[in-house]
């Protein structure tokens, strides 16, 4: 369901009043900046999975709440509106799931728009986390981008496996 529900969310275009609340209740003027540049897809995604960390039961004791939602509302601002259309979107989707190995050999900046799509899909956690960092964004929430996808280690921060988590379900 949930993703056919991302699919449904390609094409929409704007956040419902209630989440851009939501949101305005979470980011600073900088923070909102790299919320906004991002596509709707995306941003309601980053709602979502900021929603399940508050609201599906999730124990978050002994983590930076604050820090953490912040954290999943930009854990994928390295992906900018417009870069990627919704048809290299599904195809991407679709590679990351099935063949993990061609987006790593296919990932060409500027060469194709799919390799471009599989580029930005690759590399969106170490672009966000540069995004974040130049506009002054927490050094805690500029390390959940960067390691959004890292793969679990012993020691992890608590707020790593949660936003972790947490998107892999939404
Ligand atoms: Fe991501
Ligand atoms: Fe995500």
Same mark, same amino acid.
């Given at each position: 369901m949930a993703s056919w529900q991302r699919v449904f969310d390609l094409f929409r275009r704007k956040l419902k009043h209630t989440d851009r609340e939501f949101v305005e209740s979470y980011l600073d003027e900088a923070g909102l900046f790299l919320f906004t540049q991002m596509s709707y897809a995306d941003q309601k995604h980053s709602v979502k999975v900021a929603r399940f960390l508050l609201?599906?039961?999730?124990?978050?004791?002994?983590?930076n709440l604050k820090l953490l939602l912040q954290g999943a509302l930009?854990?994928?601002? %390295? *992906?900018?509106?417009?870069?990627?259309?919704w048809f290299n979107r599904l195809i991407v989707g679709l590679i990351r799931r099935c063949f993990p190995g061609v987006r790593e050999k296919w990932g060409?900046? %500027? *060469?194709?728009s799919l390799n471009h799509a599989l580029y930005v899909d690759l590399n969106h956690p170490s672009r966000g986390a540069y995004l974040a960092e130049s506009l002054g964004i927490d050094s805690k929430v500029v390390s959940l981008i960067k390691h959004h996808h890292d793969k679990i280690t012993d020691g992890a921060d608590l707020e790593l496996i949660l936003l972790q988590t947490a998107d892999g379900k939404n």
């Open positions: 609201n599906e039961g999730v124990n978050t004791k002994g983590v930009l854990h994928d601002t %390295g *992906k900018v509106k417009g870069e990627i259309s060409q900046r %500027g *060469k194709s």
